[in-house]
């Protein structure tokens, strides 16, 4: 489904990502795992298409989109949650959610979204009315997932979801990236520092330390990775 190969990216005449090289196949759920200022964040624009590579491939689908604008992208069905979620704090939940859908098809289905996205985050449904802004943390996180579901993602991004959120929430939100996965065979990239919770939802993931991949695997070898152990997991 997505393969980037080759990618580099970087801010000005700085290169940030060095010849980038991951899969996500249909219905994975993928981890992209490193620490503060790893370059997690810039391959997320890179793939985005709101940061231009210098160099580098990503194909999504057979369709070549690197160098493509962000609209294009959207279109094609990848669809994120971004990093700090940037929510409109003064709309309400339900205005928020009525930005999810986009373009002519997403707008058609937002009914039957919108009721899909309840009955993931029931929540959302009691506090529809009120500001995104008077939320919770948890709770703007999961408006946040919600918006980017009724875009009707192929692909879904979420960007460090857990920063800042109570461990059970986390779990919560993961659960809900976990169904999709299984019941409606859309793919994730989880974006994460928070490397436990991680490696419990993917099925696979890169490490990534000064904008290069330095380890791949799956779940179960990454988490049983000498290097991870040591380096993220403080055992
Ligand atoms: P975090 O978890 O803090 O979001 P990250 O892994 O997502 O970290 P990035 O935000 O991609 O890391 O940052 C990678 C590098 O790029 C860092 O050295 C950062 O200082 C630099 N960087 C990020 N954004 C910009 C920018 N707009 N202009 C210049 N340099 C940037």
Redesign the pocket.
């Given at each position: 489904m997505l393969k980037v190969s080759g990618l580099n990216a970087?801010?000005?005449s700085?290169n940030?990502l060095w010849d980038l090289e991951f899969e996500v196949k249909d219905g994975e759920i993928v981890a992209i795992l490193?620490?503060?200022?790893?370059?997690?964040?810039?391959?997320?624009?890179a793939v985005t298409g709101m940061l231009k590579p210098s160099s580098g491939s990503v194909q999504f689908n057979g369709d070549e989109l690197s160098g493509k604008n962000t609209r294009y992208i959207l279109d094609a069905g990848i669809v994120q949650v971004p990093?700090g979620r940037q929510l409109f704090t003064e709309m309400t939940v339900l205005e928020n959610l009525e930005m999810g859908a986009f373009n002519r098809k997403t707008k058609e289905h937002f009914r039957d979204n919108l009721k899909k996205a309840y009955g993931w985050f029931p929540r959302l449904e009691e506090r529809a009315k009120q500001a995104a802004g008077t939320l919770s943390g948890g709770e703007q996180q999961m408006v946040a997932v919600a918006r980017a579901l009724i875009g009707e993602p192929r692909l879904l991004i979420l960007?460090?979801p857990s920063l800042g959120l109570a461990p059970n929430i986390v779990d919560d939100i993961l659960k809900v990236a976990s169904d999709m996965a299984d019941h409606d065979g859309i793919s994730v990239l989880l974006?994460e520092?928070d490397i436990t919770k991680a490696l419990a939802c993917a099925d696979g993931g890169y490490v990534?330390e000064n904008?290069k991949i330095v380890l791949h695997g799956t779940a179960k070898e990454l988490s049983e990775n000498e290097h991870v152990k040591k380096a993220y997991l403080g055992i």
């Amino acid at each position: 489904m997505l393969k980037v190969s080759g990618l580099n990216a970087g801010y000005g005449s700085v290169n940030i990502l060095w010849d980038l090289e991951f899969e996500v196949k249909d219905g994975e759920i993928v981890a992209i795992l490193g620490s503060n200022g790893a370059g997690k964040t810039t391959m997320v624009r890179a793939v985005t298409g709101m940061l231009k590579p210098s160099s580098g491939s990503v194909q999504f689908n057979g369709d070549e989109l690197s160098g493509k604008n962000t609209r294009y992208i959207l279109d094609a069905g990848i669809v994120q949650v971004p990093e700090g979620r940037q929510l409109f704090t003064e709309m309400t939940v339900l205005e928020n959610l009525e930005m999810g859908a986009f373009n002519r098809k997403t707008k058609e289905h937002f009914r039957d979204n919108l009721k899909k996205a309840y009955g993931w985050f029931p929540r959302l449904e009691e506090r529809a009315k009120q500001a995104a802004g008077t939320l919770s943390g948890g709770e703007q996180q999961m408006v946040a997932v919600a918006r980017a579901l009724i875009g009707e993602p192929r692909l879904l991004i979420l960007d460090e979801p857990s920063l800042g959120l109570a461990p059970n929430i986390v779990d919560d939100i993961l659960k809900v990236a976990s169904d999709m996965a299984d019941h409606d065979g859309i793919s994730v990239l989880l974006v994460e520092q928070d490397i436990t919770k991680a490696l419990a939802c993917a099925d696979g993931g890169y490490v990534i330390e000064n904008g290069k991949i330095v380890l791949h695997g799956t779940a179960k070898e990454l988490s049983e990775n000498e290097h991870v152990k040591k380096a993220y997991l403080g055992i």
